[in-house]
């Protein structure tokens, strides 16, 4: 039990830094903010202005960055081999709609 406490102090903590770090640069943005806009982003699906505050947090903020940099490879990553993955149509049809890119 001691060390499920201790994990989630120090997991608190991380958040806090975050927050506060975040905060003394003008980050209209909480982490949890832009994280939850971070699918939207990647899709596109954001309006200029949102896009904007996003990347602005993502200039500032190392923890969300490699978040970003994480998912954004993956994405790309699994794309290029759907063009060249021997898969049903189905699937691969399934796979592009997840994807939320046209064949």
Do not use: W
């Amino acid at each position: 039990m001691k060390h499920v406490d201790k994990q989630h102090d120090m997991e608190e903590a991380g958040e806090a830094v975050k927050k506060a770090y975040c905060a003394n640069a003008g980050d209209i943005y909480s982490c949890e903010e832009a994280l939850r806009r971070l699918n939207d982003y990647l899709d596109h699906e954001l309006t200029g202005d949102e896009r904007v505050v996003v990347l602005q947090h993502l200039e500032i903020c190392k923890p969300c960055f490699k978040r970003f940099f994480f998912e954004q490879t993956l994405i790309i990553s699994l794309r290029q081999k759907l063009t060249t993955v021997c898969a049903p149509e189905t699937l691969r049809a399934k796979l592009h709609v997840l994807l939320r890119r046209p064949e």
